[in-house]
C-alpha cells in the first residue's frame, strides 16, 4: 500500500533529522530524483524543519531581527512545502493518465498528494507526543494526558492511511478522477501583492 511506504519514508526523514536535531543541518536525499520516494523524503523533510522553525520562533525571548530572519524562511519553506505536493501529483496524474474513468467516477474532496501531505505532519505530531509521553522530568498527569492523544493520533493515523490507499485504488479503477489546481498564491507575486507591487 502507498500509504505504508510513505509512512516508512516520513519515519526514516524525521529519524535522520533528529541525529542532529538542527534546522540549519545539510540535507541529502538517499533516493534517486526519479523514484517518488525522493519526493516523499524531501517533503518530509521540509515539514520537519519547518515544524523546528514554528518552535523556534514562538520564543517569547526571540531577537526581532530574527524572528523576522526565520519568518521568512517559514514563508520559504510553505512554498517549497506546496511545491513538493504538486510534484507529488504530478506522479500520480501521470501514473493514471490512462485510466479510463467509469460514468459514475466523481471527484474527490483533496488530491492524493494533499492527502499525503496531511499524513507527513501526522508523522511529525506522533513523534512529537511519543516524545512527550515517555519526557523523564514530566509530570504523571503530563504523561497520561500525552499518552491519550498520542493514541488518538496513532488511530488517526490508521484511518488516514486506510483513506488514502482507498482513493488511490478508487482512481486505478476508474471510480475516482484527478483534478488537480495548481495553488495560486498570490501575496508572493510582486505584480499580484499591493505592498510588493508598490516597492518596485
Same mark, same amino acid.
Given at each position: 500500500?502507498?500509504? %505504508?511506504?510513505?509512512? $516508512?519514508i516520513?519515519?526514516?526523514?524525521?529519524?535522520? #533529522?533528529?541525529?542532529?536535531?538542527?534546522?540549519?543541518?545539510?540535507?541529502?536525499? !538517499? #533516493?534517486p /530524483? =526519479? %523514484?517518488?520516494? *525522493?519526493?516523499?523524503?524531501r517533503?518530509?523533510w @521540509? +515539514?520537519t524543519?519547518q515544524? *523546528? #522553525?514554528?518552535?523556534?520562533?514562538?520564543? !517569547?525571548?526571540?531577537?526581532?531581527?530574527d524572528?523576522?530572519v526565520?519568518?521568512?524562511? @517559514? =514563508?520559504?519553506?510553505?512554498? =517549497?512545502?506546496?511545491?513538493?505536493?504538486?510534484?507529488? %501529483?504530478?506522479?500520480?496524474l501521470? /501514473?493514471?493518465?490512462?485510466?479510463? /474513468?467509469?460514468?459514475?467516477?466523481?471527484?474527490?474532496?483533496?488530491? !492524493?498528494?494533499?492527502?499525503i501531505? $496531511? &499524513?507527513? @505532519?501526522?508523522?511529525?505530531?506522533?513523534? *512529537?507526543?511519543?516524545?512527550?509521553?515517555? $519526557?523523564?522530568?514530566?509530570?504523571?498527569? *503530563? &504523561?497520561?494526558?500525552?499518552s491519550e492523544? &498520542?493514541?488518538?493520533? &496513532?488511530?488517526?493515523?490508521? +484511518?488516514l492511511?486506510?483513506?488514502?490507499?482507498?482513493?488511490?485504488?478508487? @482512481?486505478?479503477?476508474?471510480?475516482?478522477?484527478?483534478?488537480v489546481?495548481?495553488?495560486?498564491?498570490? #501575496?508572493?507575486? =510582486?505584480?499580484?501583492? !499591493?505592498v510588493?507591487?508598490?516597492q518596485?
Open positions: 500500500m502507498f500509504s %505504508d511506504l510513505a509512512l $516508512r516520513f519515519e526514516e526523514s524525521i529519524t535522520k #533529522y533528529h541525529v542532529e536535531d538542527d534546522v540549519n543541518q545539510s540535507f541529502e536525499n !538517499p #533516493y /530524483k =526519479d %523514484d517518488v520516494a *525522493h519526493l516523499l523524503y517533503k518530509n @521540509i +515539514d524543519v515544524w *523546528h #522553525y514554528e518552535d523556534i520562533i514562538r520564543d !517569547p525571548e526571540i531577537n526581532p531581527v524572528a523576522l526565520l519568518k521568512r524562511k @517559514i =514563508d520559504g519553506s510553505n512554498q =517549497d512545502r506546496t511545491d513538493l505536493v504538486e510534484y507529488i %501529483d504530478s506522479y500520480f501521470n /501514473k493514471y493518465k490512462n485510466v479510463s /474513468k467509469t460514468s459514475t467516477a466523481t471527484i474527490n474532496t483533496e488530491s !492524493p498528494a494533499w492527502a501531505d $496531511r &499524513l507527513s @505532519i501526522l508523522a511529525l505530531k506522533i513523534y *512529537h507526543m511519543d516524545e512527550e509521553a515517555n $519526557r523523564k522530568d514530566a509530570s504523571e498527569e *503530563h &504523561l497520561k494526558k500525552c492523544k &498520542l493514541n488518538i493520533l &496513532l488511530e488517526q493515523r490508521t +484511518d492511511s486506510i483513506a488514502i490507499d482507498q482513493l488511490l485504488t478508487d @482512481i486505478e479503477n476508474g471510480n475516482k478522477f484527478m483534478k489546481y495548481k495553488q495560486m498564491k498570490m #501575496y508572493n507575486d =510582486d505584480e499580484l501583492n !499591493p510588493l507591487r508598490a518596485k
